[in-house]
């Protein structure tokens, strides 16, 4: 069944609430985990729910997340026929210079791609949601329904209400109102996850791109919610919406829950990543790590604690690191203490530093800086 349906990840978001972690690249190839990006977690679902034809719709700023996906061949969607398709803005008489300007403008600028498709559904998503979705499950409650549109949503609202969406659901088991950015959370929070037909797909491009309509949540959910059958599905697993530089902070902190971490490294559906070599991590005979998650390739020499360390960061002997974290290549000098803050890859803190921020206000320093 699966085969029927064609993966679309809007891979161009880039949040300017996440300030230096979104400097040298979009929101969806943020590191998160440890070892990931986020754009890892929506590919992964779809190859995991056997989607084999996925497109990624880039707009500015996406060097870095070429970098990570490659050809796709980590996710098993390098292919001759199909496979992952890096989607840059196409020309097309309503484009104006700059972003797009909503996910409707992004599908409008990429119409001649999804007229081509082979599958006869659509799964629409965001690249800059931790999840791990049963996408399997989504697809088959959808053709059990009989919707026009299923959409995705959480009755355990995480994100910031000024950039998220909420469903009100009726008796009858379907969407009845939809808010937009509301002040307050108010009803079950959209993760944005969308499954619709190609047909009815197009339609909705051609008629918002006739009325000059960029947003999908106005556009269609809101203004044809009594036209459509939207019909929920209300998932309850966990979901880590990157929103802000706290938010992120927050969002990976919670990771060093191993209840958290359950839900969201599934072992039936395994969260996929650039392939790197890297040897094991080198902990010194006068080091300390707890309730930590420390990558491969990593040495320490002085004292970790509820952090979270990337790829090839070094804690040097008498450095002490807390409630932080470290992404690859950063480098924790002797002497130096590091407390509630985001290093961003390649950092270097010099020997003897004091660095401080707060669980709700990290400290965030950008990519190559020396402190």
Request: one cysteine or more; a neutral charge; hydrophobic letters at 35%.
């Amino acid at each position: 069944m699966m085969n029927k349906l064609h993966g679309i990840i809007f891979s161009y978001l880039s949040n300017p609430d996440l300030r230096e972690l979104t400097q040298n690249r979009n929101t969806c190839s943020i590191p998160y985990g440890g070892r990931y990006r986020v754009i890892d977690f929506m590919l992964s679902n779809m190859v995991n729910a056997g989607i084999s034809d996925v497109g990624m719709i880039v707009d500015a700023n996406y060097q870095s997340l070429l970098d990570h996906v490659g050809s796709g061949k980590d996710w098993d969607l390098s292919r001759k026929h199909g496979g992952l398709r890096i989607l840059p803005p196409f020309s097309y008489s309503g484009r104006r210079e700059g972003m797009y300007r909503g996910r409707m403008d992004a599908l409008a600028g990429i119409r001649s791609y999804l007229q081509n498709i082979r599958q006869d559904h659509v799964v629409l998503a965001g690249g800059d949601l931790a999840v791990s979705l049963p996408l399997r499950d989504i697809f088959e409650a959808h053709i059990r329904n009989d919707a026009d549109i299923t959409a995705v949503c959480t009755g355990h609202p995480k994100g910031d209400p000024k950039g998220c969406d909420y469903f009100t659901i009726g008796a009858g088991g379907r969407i009845t109102d939809v808010s937009v950015h509301p002040p307050i959370a108010q009803g079950c929070e959209s993760l944005e996850v969308y499954i619709l037909s190609k047909e009815l797909l197009l339609s909705l491009v051609d008629h918002c791109a006739a009325h000059n309509i960029h947003s999908f949540s106005i556009g269609v959910l809101q203004s044809m919610v009594g036209q459509l059958k939207i019909v929920p599905y209300v998932f309850d697993g966990y979901a880590a919406r990157l929103q802000s530089v706290a938010g992120y902070f927050a969002r990976s902190m919670e990771l060093l829950d191993p209840a958290v971490r359950e839900q969201l490294f599934v072992p039936d559906r395994p969260v996929r990543t650039k392939d790197r070599s890297d040897p094991s991590t080198y902990y010194g005979p006068d080091s300390r790590s707890y309730n930590s998650l420390v990558a491969d390739g990593c040495i320490i020499e002085g004292e970790v604690e509820n952090s979270i360390l990337f790829r090839g960061v070094r804690v040097e002997k008498g450095a002490k690191v807390s409630g932080c974290v470290l992404m690859q290549g950063t480098t924790i000098q002797a002497g130096a203490v590091l407390k509630y803050a985001i290093t961003d890859k390649n950092v270097r803190v010099n020997p003897g530093r004091m660095l401080m921020g707060h669980s709700t206000y990290p400290l965030s320093i950008a990519k190559n800086e020396i402190v």
